[in-house]
């Protein structure tokens, strides 16, 4: 079975930090690439952040560049979101997924296996 479990969200305050976690299991690897995704009230669900699990190549939106870094530990499959800066527009409810292609494209659909989903909000 296949399972992505996120992990370290919740509220923080403008200019605050926050790293989410995503425990992966039950599938090959390095074969895949995990990405994370989040989902404001009211909007589409967008890429965030992607990492090709085999030699650590990384994409970012542009909105989050030089504040947030993605990053994997290959012997706990982790991937860790390390997100700085936070702003209220960060605000949304965030997955990671995995997808076998390893293109690091955002979109949906190519992602096969997903978490059920963290809180981040930022506020005052």
């Known amino acids: 079975q296949w399972q992505l479990v996120e992990s370290g969200g919740g509220l923080v305050q403008p200019g605050g930090s926050l790293r989410l976690s995503c425990a992966v299991s039950g599938f090959t690897w390095d074969s895949h690439a995990i990405a994370w995704f989040r989902q404001a009230p009211g909007k589409k669900r967008e890429g965030v952040s992607c990492?090709?699990?085999?030699?650590?190549?990384?994409t970012y939106e542009d909105s989050v560049k030089g504040r947030f870094t993605i990053y994997r530990d290959n012997a706990k499959n982790m991937v860790y979101l390390q997100m700085n800066s936070l702003k209220p527009e960060d605000t949304g409810v965030y997955y990671c997924?995995?997808?076998?292609?390893?293109?690091?494209?955002?979109?949906?659909?190519?992602?096969?296996?997903w978490g059920q989903g963290i809180q981040v909000t930022v506020s005052s």
């Open positions: 997924a995995a997808e076998p292609y390893r293109l690091c494209v955002f979109d949906p659909g190519v992602f096969d296996y």
């Open positions: 990492i090709v699990l085999r030699g650590g190549r990384t």
